[in-house]
């Protein structure tokens, strides 16, 4: 069973802040890493995908992955109230093809 | 464009009857996935399909069993309820070829109480 822990929340940060959000993977054979937001009574929405160790780089949100300290990570440029959700990280090994979720970090968006 | 639609978006059920939650995507996407979310354990895998007409156990099968007759749709049934099956449920598909190929798209969820 693959292990995906994500830093405890709850996250609360002043509106225009940057927002940093971790996750680590047990697996080193995990191969392709996800960020998904979730709205509260909503389903996970995709945000960012990232496949290769460095940054990658989408509007406010950058991704970092270095897979060999097997870290994932997302920062939230310029924080707004509606980024206020649970992110969830997810790994993914090529071996099963089956998606691991973290238990997610809730973030409070302060106005 | 729908995506994934899910039905019924809430259900209360009696102990010991069959429900059988629907699925649809219409992104003709090869893999679809159902997954149970319940408060302090994240997202658990259910049952996946890589394509149609086959089927795979994911982590919590047990009670569970699902079909895929066709791309389009991937039901799971339950056959006897438990309470313990009280949850949210979460179909999701990813295209399965291209460069996206593990990238999942989730729908709006299925909320399950079983009493």
């Known amino acids: 069973q693959k292990e995906v822990e994500q830093n405890s929340g709850p996250l609360s940060v002043p509106e225009g802040a940057i927002a940093s959000l971790n996750c680590t993977y047990s697996?080193?054979?995990?191969?392709?890493f996800f960020w998904y937001r979730q709205y509260s009574g909503k389903s996970p929405e995709l945000i960012m995908s990232?496949?290769?160790?460095g940054d990658k780089e989408d509007g406010r949100f950058t991704a970092q992955l270095n897979k060999a300290s097997q870290y994932v990570s997302l920062l939230i440029r310029d924080s707004q109230p509606s980024d206020s959700a649970t992110y969830l990280c997810?790994?993914?090994?090529?071996?099963?093809?089956?998606?691991?979720f973290g238990a997610g970090t809730t973030v409070t968006v302060r106005a | 464009i729908a995506g994934i639609t899910q039905a019924p978006t809430s259900q209360i059920l009696a102990a010991g009857r069959r429900m059988t939650l629907r699925c649809t995507q219409d992104m003709r996407h090869n893999a679809m996935y159902w997954y149970r979310q319940d408060l302090g354990l994240g997202l658990r895998l259910i049952h996946y399909?890589?394509?149609?007409?086959?089927?795979g156990k994911g982590e919590v099968p047990d009670g569970y069993s699902v079909s895929r007759a066709n791309t389009d749709d991937f039901p799971l049934t339950l056959a006897s309820a438990v309470p313990s099956q009280t949850s949210v449920y979460f179909c999701a598909s990813s295209p399965g070829q291209g460069e996206s190929y593990n990238e999942q798209f989730f729908g709006p969820g299925t909320r399950l109480t079983v009493l």
């Open positions: 997810a790994v993914i090994d090529l071996r099963d093809y089956k998606l691991s």
């Open positions: 697996d080193r054979g995990s191969q392709s």
């Open positions: 399909s890589n394509t149609a007409g086959t089927t």
């Open positions: 990232i496949y290769s160790n």
